[in-house]
């Protein structure tokens, strides 16, 4: 017998919330991806601190709560706002679930 221990790989679906069991996977997977979309634009146009905070309207705090991913306080709209002020544009595509 081999002292090492099998490993099982699993494979997940594309939405690691859901995976995990999370209530409310769909929101909270896109609420992190508007939130990746905007941590990149601020990254492109290489916008920091209180630049960054006027060109989208927003405070730095909650800036920074973007950049570090703690998304509670916001909402699928407000993200949706940022975005829009960062000249992005949102396409969506809805299936049927499996």
Known sequence: MNNEEEIELVRGSDNIFRDL???NADILYL???LAT???GALNKKNLK???AAETV???EPDI????HADLKR???DRLMEVVSRLGLQVEINVTKAA
């Open 21 to 23: 069991g999370e209530p």
């Open 31 to 33: 609420k992190a991806e």
């Open 37 to 39: 979309q905007i941590i």
């Open 49 to 51: 601190g209180k630049e």
């Open 57 to 59: 309207n927003m405070s």
């Open 64 to 67: 920074s709560r973007i950049r």
């Open 74 to 76: 916001f909402t699928i």
